[in-house]
């Protein structure tokens, strides 16, 4: 049964939150476009939201983070500064995002490693790079810093690791074409092969 929907307005949570460009359109493909995003994100990091993890694809992003204001303002600031700052420093006036984002409440210890994996691999699974740490635009790459799990969602040391089935994201039924498999860091049974479906909530609009 999927975990009940809610609607994401209050502060200290923390959700997986994706993006689309208009009309799909390879936007980030181009260094200064995905660069500028990235100084974009880490401009609005520590006064709108905690920074876990990100992935810029080249007609979407994934972002996990954890809201220190509404999520739905959260995501204005990196969609809407991300705009404005292209119009005066890419010299674009093209329409960049779709009006629309998903999001993803993260329940526990476990669910954040599932989301966590999903973006750092996302880039493999798109045959972008052979090593999720390869992928110039990922946080999977130790160049970044990244704001710590939150407390409550940290894996309890509870023996050996396992393989959990990771499918695309319901939400957003266009990002994976297919199953990747992830090593979590916990189980409830070690060595056990659980298949977990990530689900979101309907899509939002943030400007």
Same mark, same amino acid.
């Given at each position: ?25 390879? /936007? ?61 420093? /890419? ?54 810093? /990244? ?50 479906? /990530? ?9």
């Amino acid at each position: 049964m999927r975990p009940t929907r809610e609607h994401a307005t209050s502060n200290g949570q923390t959700y997986m939150i994706t993006s689309s460009t208009w009309g799909r359109r390879p /936007l980030f493909s181009r260094e200064r476009w995905a660069r500028l995003l990235i100084d974009t994100l880490y401009h609005y990091r520590g006064s709108a939201y905690l920074l876990h993890e990100f992935v810029i694809m080249p007609d979407h992003i994934h972002v996990l983070l954890t809201a220190r204001t509404s999520l739905e303002k959260a995501v204005q600031f990196i969609k809407g500064g991300f705009s404005y700052r292209a119009k005066k420093e /890419l010299g674009s006036n093209m329409e960049v995002w779709q009006k629309v984002f998903s999001d993803h409440r993260i329940r526990d210890a476990s669910d954040y490693g599932l989301h966590q994996i999903y973006i750092r691999q996302n880039p493999v699974r798109k045959n972008l790079c052979e090593r999720a740490e390869e992928y110039q635009y990922s946080s999977a790459r130790s160049e970044f810093d /990244l704001d710590p799990v939150p407390q409550g969602l940290k894996p309890a040391d509870s023996g050996q690791p396992y393989t959990a089935r990771l499918e695309g994201a319901p939400f957003q039924g266009n990002i994976s074409d297919g199953v990747a498999e992830a090593t979590l860091p916990h189980s409830k049974k070690p060595g056990s092969v659980d298949k977990v479906r /990530l689900s979101g909530n309907p899509e939002k609009t943030a400007s």
